[in-house]
């Protein structure tokens, strides 16, 4: 079955301090993966894809398919990422989606 | 990027009545995807409406209770039946992803609360 699981309903940290957002899926063939990420009061967006693999916003994911594991990495948390975190998986060639639950990050200052 | 707007934002509805959700966007879209998000949980596909078919349910949902229109290529509603307390969620539209980056493009959502 696909399923992407997020582990951390909440993820905390101090603006600086190093964040990893967690994230495991479950997918027979090849899919692709992306973390999508809402501000508060906006609109759910896109913030990086495994393909891609480029830093958005300091932010890298690498895919691990090993582990099927796809974490979310930033060295230096900021106090505007604060935001909800979605990783979601979706086959090749097709547009639907599965979201994880999400994981909500506040950065203090 | 396609920019997709919904109405209403959010309701309050009583149980047992309906209520229909539009979503538009400014560009022509070959598909259309309606998502759920109940409190708690992840972003769950309801359906996938393509313009000129029939809309395709995933497992769990039926068209009796979340009956969709696409009578064009911006255009879609998506309707809560006979609504329950269970029915209280975050209502998303979406369309299909951009070819050059994959980005899927979002509404803001409805929320609706049933009591």
């Known amino acids: 079955a696909q399923r992407v699981t997020q582990p951390e309903k909440l993820l905390s940290v101090f603006k600086g301090a190093p964040v990893e957002l967690k994230c495991n899926y479950s997918?027979?063939?090849?899919?692709?993966l992306f973390w999508y990420v809402q501000y508060s009061r906006q609109r759910l967006q896109l913030l990086l894809r495994h393909i891609s693999r480029e830093s958005i916003k300091g932010f890298t994911a690498d895919l691990n398919k090993g582990e099927t594991s796809f974490h979310l990495k930033k060295p230096f948390a900021q106090e505007e990422d604060s935001a909800m975190y979605y990783c979601?998986?979706?086959?090749?060639?097709?547009?639907?989606?599965?979201f994880g639950t999400g994981t909500r990050l506040q950065v203090f200052p | 990027s396609a920019v997709i707007s919904q109405k209403p934002s959010r309701d309050i509805c009583q149980r047992g009545t309906s209520l229909t959700i539009q979503c538009q966007v400014d560009?022509?879209?070959?598909?259309m995807f309606w998502y759920r998000q109940q409190p708690g949980q992840s972003l769950t596909l309801i359906a996938t409406?393509?313009?000129?078919?029939?809309?395709?349910?995933e497992s769990g949902f039926v068209i009796d209770k979340f009956p969709i229109s696409r009578p064009n290529l911006t255009f879609s509603t998506l309707t809560v039946s006979n609504m329950s307390p269970e029915d209280s969620s975050i209502y998303l539209c979406?369309?299909?992803?951009?070819?050059?980056?994959?980005?899927?493009?979002f509404g803001q959502g409805t929320r609706l609360t049933v009591v």
């Open positions: 560009s022509q879209v070959t598909m």
């Open positions: 979406s369309v299909e992803r951009d070819r050059n980056t994959a980005e899927a493009f």
């Open positions: 409406a393509n313009q000129g078919s029939e809309a395709t349910y």
């Open positions: 979601a998986l979706s086959a090749l060639n097709t547009d639907k989606l599965i």
């Open positions: 997918y027979s063939g090849s899919p692709e």
